[in-house]
T-cell receptor, first 114, second 115 residues
Framework: AQSVTQLDSQVPVFEEAPVELRCNYS??????LFWYVQYPNQGLQLLLK??????LVKGINGFEAEFNKSQTSFHLRKPSVHISDTAEYFC????????????FGKGTLLTVNP | EPEVTQTPSHQVTQMGQEVILRCVPI?????FYWYRQILGQKVEFLVS????????KSEIFDDQFSVERPDGSNFTLKIRSTKLEDSAMYFC?????????????FGEGSRLTVL
């Protein structure tokens, strides 16, 4: 079985500060890793994904994440956040195969303050 | 850009009533999913559907729930007799087009409120 742990339920930061949202996963097989963002009262939008290849993945809105197999982590980073980045961020894992079912973490609420 | 669409966006119902949530997945996708998000909690997997049958379901997906793909475009989630604890946002997703990257494409969600 797969699981995802997002240790931080809330992360408040000031505008233009850097941010890191932590994600750790557990799986007995190779994984695909994803970060989704949910703005207030909206659906889930893909930020970035790791399928294979380079462990540093760049996504939309200036976000990036690094896959670290030895630490089973996929932390999300942005060097300088904007007020508009305020949202809930979900890390998710899939084992691929024939189903591509995603298992989500509990989410991290990023609040960017002026 | 193709997208997953869901209706209704919000439904209020009385406990014990039947509810049908509708989804139109992206047209060339082959895998369909329903997820649930209770307010303030994480997104939970309910069921996946492939080749006109359920491929996997969670323990949440009990006999009160059913899914159907009645025609070539719609994918529905039915809750036969709603309970208060069914109040949640329900997300439909699809994946598996001609270039399957494992990404799930989500709809905007249907908010179900059970009174």
């Amino acid at each position: 079985a797969q699981s995802v742990t997002q240790l931080d339920s809330q992360v408040p930061v000031f505008e233009e500060a850097p941010v890191e949202l932590r994600c750790n996963y557990s799986s007995s097989v190779s994984v695909y890793l994803f970060w989704y963002v949910q703005y207030p009262n909206q659906g889930l939008q893909l930020l970035l994904k790791y399928l294979s290849g380079s462990t540093l993945v760049k996504g939309i809105n200036g976000f990036e994440a690094e896959f670290n197999k030895s630490q089973t982590s996929f932390h999300l980073r942005k060097p300088s956040v904007h007020i508009s980045d305020t949202a809930e961020y979900f890390c998710a894992v899939s084992s691929g195969g024939s189903n591509y079912k995603l298992t989500f973490g509990k989410g991290t609420l990023l609040t960017v303050n002026p | 850009e193709p997208e997953v669409t869901q209706t209704p966006s919000h439904q209020v119902t009385q406990m014990g009533q039947e509810v049908i949530l509708r989804c139109v997945p992206i047209s060339n996708h082959l895998y369909f999913y329903w997820y649930r998000q209770i307010l303030g909690q994480k997104v939970e997997f309910l069921v996946s559907f492939y080749n006109n049958e359920i491929s996997e379901k969670s323990e949440i997906f009990d006999d009160q729930f059913s899914v159907e793909r009645p025609d070539g475009s719609n994918f529905t989630l039915k809750i036969r007799s709603t309970k208060l604890e069914d109040s949640a946002m329900y997300f439909c997703a699809s994946s598996g087009g001609t270039l399957n990257t494992g990404e799930l494409f989500f709809g905007e969600g249907s908010r179900l409120t059970v009174l």
